[in-house]
């Protein structure tokens, strides 16, 4: 098995944090976070999502 790069291994890793933030937030539990730090999470897993993609096109 091929171990995963540092690039897609930030990707994950934020990619799950901002999903469970997300719906820990939507069933109420999380209310208090605001929203900016949802948006933050999202910009931050794209942009790392991006940096994957181009390192894998490399």
């Not at 990707?11 to 719906?23: N, Q």
């Amino acid at each position: 098995m091929r171990r995963l790069s540092l690039p897609s291994r930030i990707f994950l890793a934020l990619l799950g944090t901002t999903l469970l933030i997300w719906v820990l937030r939507g069933i109420t539990i999380l209310s208090f976070i605001p929203g900016i730090i949802l948006w933050l999470l999202l910009l931050l897993t794209i942009g790392a999502g991006v940096i994957t993609s181009l390192q894998r096109m490399r």
